[in-house]
C-alpha cells in the first residue's frame, strides 16, 4: 500500500482478468457512494473521439480501423492486435498515455468535488503502470472456467477468441500477489456485494481516517 496523494480522498485500484466482474463490483462500489473512473470506457471513448488517437491508429493500422460512418472498427483492431503482440503494444501506447491523462484530471475533479472514495477500474491496471498512481488496490478473481463463459455469453464470441485475450492478460495468481486485495467473484451478485461491503470494512481499518468506508 501506497500513502494517499490526498487527506481525505482514498483512490482504490480495481481490476482483474476478462470476466472476472471487475465492472460488477465497480457498479456496486457506484451504488455506495464511489466515484469511478472506467479507464477501458475512457479508452474506447477516446480512440472514437479524439482527433489525435483517430490518427495515430489510422496511421498504425489503416482506414479499416473506422467505417465509413466514422466509427471504431472494433472487430477489424480486434482482430489485428489480440493476433499480434506488436500491434497491442502500438495500439497501447497510443490509448494508455491519453487514458492516463484523463485520470489525472479526474482524481483532480474527485478531490475538488469532495469524493471520499474514487475507484480506477481497469483492465490493465498493473500492466499499464496504473497501480503506481493509487493508494492501494483490488484484484478481482473468479475461476477461469467461469470467466470462459462469461464473456462468451456476453460479447457472444467463441470460446478461442477469449483465451486469446486471456491470454494479454497477467495471470490471475500474478494478479493476485501484486494487488494489496483480493476479492472473489464466483457466486453471483447478492454474495458479491457482501464481499464488497467485507472489503470496505477492511479497507476502512487499513486507513483509519477513512470514516466513510466504515459508515
Not at 21 to 26: D, I, L, M, P, T
Not at 118 to 141: I, K, P, S
Request: hydrophobic residues 40%; proline residues 1%; contains cysteine.
Amino acid at each position: 500500500m501506497r500513502n494517499t496523494e490526498y487527506n481525505n480522498m482514498l483512490v482504490l485500484g480495481v481490476t482483474g482478468g476478462i470476466g472476472s466482474g471487475k465492472s460488477a463490483v465497480c457498479d456496486i462500489l457506484e451504488v455506495r457512494g464511489a466515484r469511478i473512473f472506467r479507464a477501458d470506457e475512457v479508452g474506447k471513448r477516446l480512440m472514437s473521439e479524439d482527433a489525435r488517437v483517430r490518427r495515430e491508429i489510422v496511421s498504425a493500422f489503416g482506414e479499416g480501423s473506422y467505417l465509413s460512418s466514422g466509427q471504431l472498427n472494433r472487430k477489424y483492431l480486434a482482430d489485428r492486435v489480440f493476433s499480434d503482440d506488436t500491434a497491442l503494444e502500438q495500439i497501447n501506447a497510443i490509448v494508455h498515455p491519453r487514458v492516463f491523462e484523463a485520470f489525472v484530471k479526474a482524481k483532480r475533479d474527485a478531490n475538488r468535488d469532495g469524493v471520499r472514495l474514487l475507484v480506477h477500474e481497469a483492465a490493465l491496471l498493473f500492466e499499464a503502470g496504473g497501480d503506481r498512481h493509487v493508494d492501494c488496490t483490488v484484484y478481482v478473481d473468479a475461476p477461469r472456467y467461469v470467466r470462459v463463459e462469461r464473456v462468451m455469453r456476453r460479447d457472444g464470441v467463441a470460446k478461442e477468441k477469449v483465451m486469446d485475450r486471456m491470454r494479454h492478460q497477467i495471470s490471475a495468481a500474478e494478479g493476485r500477489r501484486r494487488a494489496d486485495y483480493v476479492l472473489r467473484n464466483n457466486l453471483g451478485r447478492e454474495a458479491l456485494a457482501r464481499r464488497v461491503e467485507r472489503l470496505l470494512r477492511t479497507i476502512g481499518k487499513d486507513f483509519v481516517l477513512r470514516d466513510w468506508l466504515l459508515g
